[in-house]
């Protein structure tokens, strides 16, 4: 039998990326999952790989990195608590210093392939999604992920990786099936809210059919 393709996971252990890791392990991928502490993650699998730190440490992607056929990432800037003042955990440019170490690191290991989530709100979205949110993006810390997601995508589309940066709505933690509406251009509004489980699946199917290659796709429920 062929070897199942072997994918590293950054963010695996935020509420999407913990879909990520099921869902491809479910379609019999071999994962690679960066995760702070092994010893606190629920979830064992054969076909499943800890690898001990944190996106910060260039060696700890190294090591992710090393012989995978892609690198999918759900990595976001998290705070206290849901309420969006709460004061940051993460350093405010979390992602793009990561995109950096990200993307040199694919360069130098011949990954090609290059899966990210940011958010529907970025650069040229902003103006499309409702006028209370952009107040909330404008005066809240939940801007400072939304401006650093705006340098991380900048930073990736610069690469000669085959990327595809994901912009999802709202998120929810429905575990049900459901189905994705993709948005790429403003012609078509989305609907403001997607599961995370949806989130994870579009980016394995992504993957999977190599669709949306140098594409930012916007994704919501149906």
């Known amino acids: 039998m062929p070897t199942p393709p072997t994918i590293a996971v950054i963010g695996a252990t935020g509420r999407t990326g913990q879909w990520v890791v099921k869902e491809a392990l479910a379609r019999g991928y071999q994962v690679r999952a960066i ?6 993650w629920k979830l064992r699998h054969e076909n499943l790989d800890l690898v001990e730190g944190t996106p910060a440490d260039e060696q700890v992607l190294r090591k992710a990195f090393t012989g995978c056929d892609a690198v999918l990432s759900t990595l976001n800037i998290s705070r206290t608590t849901d309420f969006p003042w709460s004061a940051l955990r993460s350093p405010s440019d ?6 950096h170490k990200v993307v040199a690191l694919c360069q130098e290991l011949s990954v090609k392939r290059l899966l990210v989530t940011t958010a529907w ?3 040229e979205t902003k103006k499309d999604i409702p006028g209370w949110f952009r107040f909330m993006i404008d005066n809240s810390n939940i ?12 930073i990736i589309e610069k690469s000669n990786l085959d990327w595809t940066i994901v912009r999802p709505v709202g998120l929810t933690n429905g575990s049900g099936d459901q189905g994705v509406k993709v948005v790429l251009d403003s012609s078509a509004q989305p609907k403001l809210m997607v599961s995370r489980r949806a ?4 980016m394995l199917d992504s993957l999977a059919e190599a669709r949306y290659v140098k594409q930012k796709p916007i994704i919501s429920s149906e």
Do not use: I, K, M, W
């Open 199 to 202: 989130v994870a699946r579009f």
């Open 94 to 99: 979390l992602l793009s210093s990561t995109a």
């Open 35 to 40: 995760v702070r502490n092994p010893s606190a």
């Open 121 to 123: 709100g970025v650069l």
């Open 143 to 154: 801007g400072v992920a939304y401006r650093d997601h705006e340098r991380q995508e900048e």
